[in-house]
């Protein structure tokens, strides 16, 4: 199956402080999602991003499909930014479903 | 109001027993999920419904069963818990699209703790 892998797994940072995440996967894929778990351990869909740029906020995403990798930026850390934060994609066809990777653990201290 | 709930929230019982843990969504979309979140935080698809037919089922113990009475409920059942059925369990729903799953919309999953 598709092979899934994000960078840096641990990051510590100071509010303020900007981030790069990474996630690069093994195989073309047709659906590329970010999803942020927070303390409580919610799951929250923050991007839909096969390809291209989105921004909400202070949280941006790219995905180059064709280098087969996805960044996910954050500007002036908060508190409330602190979790995990998920990549997951898809293979065409969704026969298998969403493959998430391990997740990049985020702490924001203030 | 709540896009995806889970009930319960918590569950603690013994090993050997019988557990159910319910989902419904009221997103309107056609097709829902479970996926196990394990101790190291790592999520794993388990079932996917679309319109009430399975079709995703991962390998898991056949002591797993899911329901889906309708496009909006999808329910886990387990027979025979055991120790290492201990985790999270996410309820998610999509809208399908094309050859793939959509956006992903989770619940705030159940804890299960088998002793």
């Known amino acids: 199956g598709i092979q899934v892998e994000q960078s840096p797994p641990d990051l510590i940072l100071q509010e303020g402080a900007n981030s790069t995440l990474r996630c690069n996967f093994s195989?073309?894929?047709?659906?590329l999602q970010w999803f942020h778990q927070n303390p409580w351990g919610q799951l929250i869909n923050l991007f839909y991003?096969?390809?291209g740029t989105k921004q909400n906020g202070r949280l941006s995403a790219t995905t180059v499909a064709t280098e087969r990798y996805s960044l996910l930026y954050i500007s002036s850390s908060q508190t409330t930014d602190s979790g995990v934060y998920f990549c997951a994609v898809e293979v065409g066809g969704g026969a298998d479903g969403l493959t998430f990777g391990k997740g990049t653990h985020l702490i924001i201290q203030p | 109001d709540t896009a995806v709930s889970q009930t319960p929230k918590y569950l603690v019982t013994q090993m050997g027993n019988d557990k159910s843990i319910k989902c419904e969504q009221n997103l309107g979309h056609d097709t829902m999920y479970w996926y196990k979140q394990d101790s190291k935080k790592f999520l794993k698809i388990m079932f996917s419904y679309n319109n009430k037919e399975l079709i995703i089922n991962e390998t898991v113990p056949n002591r797993f069963s899911p329901k889906s009475p309708d496009k909006a409920h999808l329910n886990l059942h387990i027979n025979s818990l055991e120790l290492g059925d201990s985790a999270v369990y996410f309820c998610?729903?999509?809208?399908?699209?094309?050859?793939?799953?959509?956006?992903?919309?989770f619940g705030e999953g159940s804890r299960l703790t088998v002793l």
């Open positions: 998610a729903s999509s809208y399908r699209r094309t050859l793939n799953t959509g956006e992903l919309f």
């Open positions: 991003i096969p390809s």
């Open positions: 195989d073309s894929v047709n659906n």
